[in-house]
């Protein structure tokens, strides 16, 4: 359904002394997203996900690779039809709202800026979409602040379906919400895409929430994927040595297995190592490791760009 | 005699819409060497409560205890430059965001050694600059004697809250308060961040209060749990026997709702319903009645107190008279 | 709005100059009713005349000019040209400094440069000798007072907007805005502009003191407001003379600045006050 191939953003950083190096936030990033899946994208900071999800919305310009969406390339698409396509549900619920705007003129807006429905026709639009994300039609009138977390994050879900979008990228979208509301709304994502049809890029740090939601898996370390396959796969047999650190540093529920945590720090964007960009921190690395990236192939039923796995 | 005591500790605080009370008659003790892990939502109290410990609340918050004592020095009623003397000293505390807690316009080495010259007077320069390449080595920096100099703007957060480290041990600390410590940095940083902390509780026997909301962090670090709620304290206990057999139904809930908790593959997940009460209009009785599911009529009537570890009529068997 | 008002109820400064403020707002707008004479009457028989306290006559309150003419009438049409001044001073330097500073943060570069440099040479040099190389070369007027005052005026809202915007522009509610596909211009005026309101606020009412003591200042040095009008600033010059002989001609006119951009500067004191968001809870 969506294809991305090689996409790569590179961002070129000017100092007053002319070129002062380039920050490849995303380095060459390919996956399949199939209809009615859902994908979640895994990894810490300065992994490429947010840069992935502000090129696949159109909100930064690819510096290479393409976008295909039923085979076709997103540079294809109206504006408008892009829109109507692909649609983001932010991650923090309370400067993802414009506080002056009413919960309704919120919800209303892309309507407002892609379509030309009348008045009327808008406001039947937001009642029904209100609905289906469980807000009530008094809350139409109020204003963010108004609001509880997990209530302003059901306009911001609501607001990104206005437009019956087919894809809908999810960054972090129950993060900043307390324990007791981010199962709220899981579940409503959840019922929602089972209804819709919808299509689920879902972007997390938070391994057990990504366990629970998506079937497929892509994990990224400094603008690359090092590991991507079925969801089981990736949990209980992870191959790459970046993919075990991250679970066995996930706190889970049961006591502690001891364990060296993962030494050292993510490396500048900026200066990024030689090879394969893991392999300072990485337990397992050799000569090769220093030289030359690894490629992401097919080991063992999923994909991974490591040299020790065979 | 245990290291800390708190009995019956409330905060009140004078706004312009009224008292407000966010925390509420809880009491706790902690032994030296334990580490115990606070737990709750945002609004349950947990970071006033250590503002509380640490006297750093604002002039409008009044705190009333029937105990509140540090190694047997009553803390309530101690002046500024008592004060002085015990805060950042044998008790410290680092908190969530380490890129605000630190002073930017400062060198890091720099605002280590004021903690020094402050209460460590004997100290002179050269034993102070061997005590800060100690402090960094303590806590993993790499490189310390380039690091000293540097600004906090330079360094990565999960360096920076090595910084907020190396500094609340400056003077070998017998109680440490993390609030939310790692709440801002990646997983494998907070993994190493939450190590160290333990490896130190081990090397100098003090004790750690770990705030946060995150449950697998005190599953996995702390040996003793407390779980608050609006204010209060709802169940207190052993941390792997809380999380495997929680009692209060709030505990529970929250167990519950976890992703991570064994559930089926995108089935529902069980939530609590409600939201938190409105401090300023307290519900009257238990207050997680409204949004309980064992919850009877006489919850709302009586006010649980705590018995037993858990503050539940139904639970501990309290309902028609407390016992 | 229950909570700003408390707020600055509580400043008694601020609610005294909101009061100096409606005052002189209310005689501005009713100045033909309230004045007992026409203020270009002359009264060839009561030259100079003292106040009533300082053996005047009650037909004529506050005395009278040097050709003849009722001082409280002049003074309370001199209100209403002062408090107009003020306005379109505000409303014009309101006008370009929102647009230049909402262009300036939200596309940032050298539309950002150019704009702050020209904003910086309009600061670097002093407001009061530029206005008046402003009139000498278009010429004196009341017109082109209010031109070249405001023009001094609009740094201060370019500026304020400006800093608005660049920290709205980091919040997810703007990128919300650009992933659905909001213009620049929807996204400037409709989204950002609201939330800058505040400082916004304030700086307009402080504006309009600088602009009504601006003025004054013109037109003592001849090159605003010309005589007959009654403005305050034009019977300060024209009662230079009299410093010594008729001193009310000069503490009356004196006295009215003071007190209505007195009023003004508490009034927008009190206003940042209560609106500074840390003072909410």
């Given amino acids: 359904m969506i294809e991305i191939v090689d996409l790569g953003k590179h961002y070129q950083l000017k100092s007053l002394f002319g070129k002062a190096g380039t920050v490849k936030a995303l380095d060459g990033v390919s996956f399949k997203l199939e209809k009615g899946r859902a994908l979640g994208i895994v990894g810490e900071s300065g992994c490429g996900k947010s840069t992935l999800a502000k090129t696949l919305l159109g909100l930064e310009k690819r510096t290479f690779g393409d976008i295909l969406i039923d085979g076709k390339s997103i540079d294809e698409l109206k504006p408008q039809d892009r829109h109507k396509t692909i649609q983001m549900v932010f991650q923090d619920p309370y400067s993802s709202l414009n506080p002056r705007k009413k919960c309704w003129q919120l919800i209303a807006e892309p309507l407002l800026i892609n379509t030309k429905l009348k008045t009327n026709e808008i406001r039947e639009k937001v009642d029904s979409v209100m609905a289906l994300v469980g807000l009530r039609p008094e809350h139409a009138e109020r204003y963010p602040h108004m609001m509880s977390g997990g209530q302003r994050q059901r306009i911001g879900i609501a607001r990104a379906l206005v437009l019956d979008p087919k894809v809908l990228i999810l960054d ?134 490591c040299h020790e796995v065979h | 005699m245990a290291l800390l005591e708190v009995k019956n500790l409330s905060i009140t605080f004078d706004t312009k819409k009224g008292p407000i009370t966010p925390v509420r008659d809880i009491s706790f003790v902690i032994e030296k060497g334990q580490s115990l892990g606070v737990v709750g939502e945002s609004g349950c109290g947990k970071s006033l409560t250590n503002l509380a410990l640490m006297g750093l609340l604002p002039d409008n918050a009044t705190v009333k205890a029937e105990k509140m004592s540090f190694d047997g020095n009553d803390l309530k009623s101690l002046s500024n430059n008592e004060w002085q003397k015990i805060r950042g000293n044998r008790m410290s505390m680092i908190f969530q965001d380490p890129m605000t807690s630190l002073n930017p316009s400062f060198t890091v080495g720099y605002q280590i050694e004021e903690t020094l010259k402050l209460h460590r007077s004997e100290l002179n320069k050269v034993q102070r600059k061997k005590r800060l390449l100690e402090l960094f080595d303590m806590v993993g920096i790499p490189d310390p004697a380039r690091r000293l100099s540097q600004y906090p703007h330079e360094m990565s957060g999960g360096m920076n809250q090595r910084v907020m480290i190396a500094m609340s041990m400056a003077c070998d600390p017998e109680l440490l308060i993390a609030d939310e410590p790692t709440t801002a940095l990646d997983v494998t940083i907070q993994d190493q961040i939450l190590n160290l902390l333990l490896d130190l509780q081990k090397q100098t026997g003090m004790a750690l209060i770990l705030v946060t909301h995150d449950l697998g962090v005190v599953a996995q670090n702390t040996s003793k749990l407390q779980v608050m709620y609006a204010g209060e304290i709802v169940e207190t206990g052993d941390t792997q026997s809380l999380i495997h057999s929680p009692r209060h139904p709030y505990t529970r809930g929250l167990l519950n709702s976890h992703a991570g908790h064994g559930h089926p593959f995108r089935s529902p997940l069980p939530s609590i319903s409600g939201l938190v009460p409105d401090l300023f209009h307290r519900p009257k009785g238990c207050q997680f009645k409204p949004r309980c599911d064992i919850a009877v009529k006489e919850c709302e009537l009586e006010q649980p107190q705590m018995i037993d570890c858990v503050r539940c009529l139904k639970v501990t068997g309290s309902l028609g008279g407390q016992q | 709005m229950k909570e700003f008002w408390s707020h600055f109820k509580d400043n008694k400064g601020a609610v005294i100059g909101l009061a100096l403020v409606l005052l002189f707002t209310f005689i501005a707008i009713f100045a033909p009713f309230l004045a007992p004479k026409d203020p270009s009457q002359i009264y060839p028989e009561y030259l100079r005349l003292p106040p009533l306290w300082d053996g005047g006559i009650s037909h004529f309150v506050l005395g009278t000019d040097d050709v003849g003419r009722d001082l409280l009438s002049r003074l309370i049409y001199g209100a209403r040209i002062s408090m107009m001044i003020g306005f379109f001073v505000v409303v014009l330097s309101l006008i370009i400094g929102v647009v230049t500073g909402l262009f300036a943060g939200y596309y940032g570069g050298w539309i950002d440069t150019l704009i702050m440099r020209i904003m910086d040479i309009l600061m670097a040099l002093p407001s009061i000798l530029l206005a008046i190389v402003v009139v000498a070369v278009i010429g004196p007027g009341i017109k082109n007072a209010i031109i070249a005052v405001s023009l001094f005026s609009i740094p201060g809202f370019t500026r304020i907007v400006r800093a608005s915007v660049l920290a709205e522009k980091k919040k997810q ?45 013109l037109g003592f040095l001849g090159l605003g407001t010309q005589p007959p009008t009654p403005e305050w600033g034009v019977m300060l010059s024209d009662a230079r003379s009299f410093i010594e002989s008729s001193p009310w001609m000069v503490t009356l006119p004196g006295l009215c600045i003071l007190i209505v951009v007195l009023g003004f500067n508490l009034f927008g004191d009190g206003l940042r006050d209560a609106l500074d968001p840390r003072l909410k809870r």
Avoid: W
């Avoid at chain 1, 938070?206 to 991507?228: F, P, R, T, W």
């Avoid at chain 1, 050292?264 to 960009?277: F, I, K, Q, R």
């Avoid at chain 3, 992933?179 to 700086?203: D, H, K, T, W």
């Fill in chain 3, 173 to 217: 509610y703007v990128m919300a805005s650009q992933s659905f596909g909001a213009s620049s211009y929807r996204i400037m005026f409709l989204e950002i502009l609201p939330n800058c309101m505040a400082p916004l606020i304030v700086q307009a009412t402080l504006g309009f003191s600088d602009g009504i003591l601006n003025a004054a200042a």
């Fill in chain 1, 172 to 305: 972090e979208p129950v993060s900043a919400l307390d324990v007791s509301i981010q199962a709220q709304v899981l579940n409503l994502l959840i019922k929602l895409q089972d209804e819709l049809k919808l299509t689920y890029l879902f972007i997390s740090h938070d391994l057990s929430v990504v366990n629970h939601l998506c079937d497929q898996i892509a994990v990224m370390y400094l603008g690359k994927v090092v590991e991507m396959g079925p969801r089981k796969q990736i949990f209980e047999e992870a191959v790459h040595p970046y993919t075990k650190a991250l679970l066995t540093s996930c706190p889970s529920l049961d006591p502690k297995t001891q364990h060296t945590p993962l030494k050292g720090e993510l490396p500048s964007p900026l200066n990024p190592p030689e090879g394969c960009a893991f392999h300072k921190r990485c337990p397992i690395a050799v000569d090769q490791c220093h030289k030359t990236r690894p490629e992401l192939k097919k080991v063992h039923g999923r994909f991974t760009a």
